[in-house]
């Protein structure tokens, strides 16, 4: 047998080591990015390490019924409303960001673990529903977890596609239902995160940058939610309504040049100390999102207990531009 010389051997093992190299990349999930299309999601059907999160429900007019009926192949259903995601705190308020440990059973329960990319599928009609993906995603983040990804469009533009003849969607949808297997998540809050009703108060007097991302008729104090005491806004918001951040008020997020525009517009800085909110953090996480993660705004924050919290508080001003009594 003729012997390899040594400059080959040394050329094959480096050959070796690259195609190792390049199965253990072609493995691994590819980064998180803040938004991922339908290719992408197509691309990572079945790979280990990805769990798709369906989040349909009662904000979309759906619930886990069409889940059922198809749903991206593998993919694990959560009700946003009712699994725990939100609950009532000490004081009553709804809505409100639950206990780490109660936040770390509901996730491990869905087959996530601090190692899986979870992307969360919205239904994708409304501005509305995507805040269920905003919500749950600035959850994962204020956790610690940033192996985490929105499809953009959710299951509206995922299912666009249809065959000609059938009329019936072109990429795989499975049904039934994924029970997923427990895992163990653990979250390392980020408490820089998290903005309190003290915070907000320093920062009204501080006279820093919040936008409400209510529709403009609860800004102006003209309607007010039903578990609001008071109508009206914080004095010195702008309002950013949560349906200009999303194409015509769906499910698809505007590109930066749209968004830059709808800001100026609103009078809503695009870089420095922000603060968002609403009524409960929902509409609110739209605002954060698009800030934060779209837009590189590291700055921007988010006020979770909003509305319902301040005006709580009879102690609080609120702003009610437009006064029907």
């Keep these: 047998m003729t012997m390899m010389r040594p400059v080959k051997a040394k050329a094959l093992l480096a050959l070796l080591a690259t195609g190792m190299l390049m199965a253990f990349v072609l493995a691994v999930p590819a980064s998180a990015q803040p938004l991922v299309n339908v290719d992408w ?3 990572h059907i079945g790979k280990p390490g990805v769990v798709f999160l369906d989040v349909r429900g009662k904000l979309a007019g759906k619930s886990k019924a069409d889940y059922l009926r198809g749903h991206i192949p593998g993919a694990v259903y959560t009700n946003y409303l009712k699994d725990g995601w939100r609950v009532k705190d000490k004081n009553g308020i709804a809505g409100m960001l639950p206990p780490v440990a109660k936040l770390e059973k509901l996730i491990g329960s869905l087959g996530i673990d601090n190692d899986t990319h979870v992307v969360i599928v919205p239904q994708g009609a409304k501005a509305l529903d995507m805040g269920t993906a905003t919500r749950i995603y600035w959850t994962f983040k204020v956790l610690g977890h940033d192996k985490v990804s929105i499809l953009d469009g959710g299951m509206v ?24 297997v427990a895992k163990t998540f653990k979250g390392k809050l980020r408490k820089e995160m998290l903005v309190t009703k003290a915070d907000m108060v320093k920062a009204l007097e501080a006279k820093l940058p919040l936008v409400d991302n209510r529709p403009h008729n609860q800004f102006l104090g003209i309607n007010r939610h039903k578990l609001a005491k008071r109508a009206g806004t914080i004095p010195g918001a702008a309002n950013l309504p949560e349906n200009w951040l999303t194409q015509n008020g769906g499910g698809m997020f ?60 009879k102690s609080l001003p609120v702003d009610q531009k437009v006064k029907l009594n």
Excluded at 160 to 180: F, I, S, Y
Excluded at 295 to 300: D, E, F, V, W
């Design 41 to 43: 999601v197509k691309a």
């Design 254 to 313: 505007r590109p930066k040049s749209q968004l830059a525009k709808l800001y100026a517009a609103a009078g809503v800085p695009m870089n420095g100390d922000q603060i968002n909110f609403c009524n409960t953090g929902h509409w609110a996480s739209l605002g954060w999102f698009v800030s934060h993660e779209l837009l590189g705004n590291k700055n921007a924050k988010m006020y979770d207990g909003s509305m319902l919290e301040w005006t709580a508080d």
């Design 157 to 180: 533009a995922y299912t666009k596609a249809k065959d000609k003849k059938t009329k019936k969607p072109l990429n795989p949808l499975e049904r039934g239902d994924v029970k997923p």
